[in-house]
């Protein structure tokens, strides 16, 4: 998938979580998504030198779920610090934080390259499907489902949904 159609679905993502508690939900998820999705891309390609020219291809160094996982809570870590000097424990922050790089590799499952699998001790790659990183339909549909997030999270602050705060049935 293209990179921008990897920010777009992580934030949506990270904002639907997030918007349940904090409302600086949309820049912490915009800030998380981009660098999260940023270092696992910078540091999971390289560049090979074919007969057609150059093409970047995955390392198994970021583009496996658990390493995934380390490399997408990076971005958050001064956010948590800057939480606990405060005195504050941003828990919802380090869940949300967790997903960034499951989120990434979910996406990454539906390209021609896939994901890294360790099998036999080998990596062995994996993929769902066997789209071209862009392919139009695909980063047009992973995109509109990140923008589709963010209109539910962004939906979901509106007054109307905390009726019971207010004596309506006395």
């Known amino acids: 998938m293209k990179l921008v159609t990897h920010y777009l679905f992580t934030t949506g993502l990270l904002s639907l979580i997030m918007s349940m508690f904090t409302p600086y939900y949309l820049v912490l998820s915009g800030v998380v998504a981009i660098a999260g ?16 020219g150059t093409i970047p291809t995955r390392t198994p160094l ?3 779920y658990p390493r995934s996982v380390v490399w997408g ?3 958050s870590i001064p956010f948590l ?27 990454d499952m539906f390209t021609e390259a896939g994901v890294y699998v360790k099998k ?3 990596w062995r790659r994996y993929a769902l499907a066997h789209f071209r990183y862009n392919n139009p339909f ?3 549909l992973a995109a509109l489902a990140g923008v589709f997030m963010l209109l539910a999270s962004i939906h979901g ?7 019971h705060y207010y004596n309506y049935y006395s």
């Open 37 to 52: 999705n940023l270092i696992i891309d910078g540091l999971g390609h390289k560049e090979v030198q074919t007969r057609r």
């Open 62 to 64: 970021t583009h496996t």
């Open 73 to 75: 809570l990076l971005p």
């Open 81 to 107: 610090l800057l939480g606990y000097f405060l005195g504050y424990y941003l828990w919802w922050l380090a869940v949300a934080s967790v997903l960034v790089g499951p989120s990434h590799m979910f996406l």
């Open 120 to 122: 036999g001790g080998k």
């Open 138 to 140: 695909a980063n047009g």
């Open 157 to 163: 602050i509106h007054y109307y949904h905390y009726y």
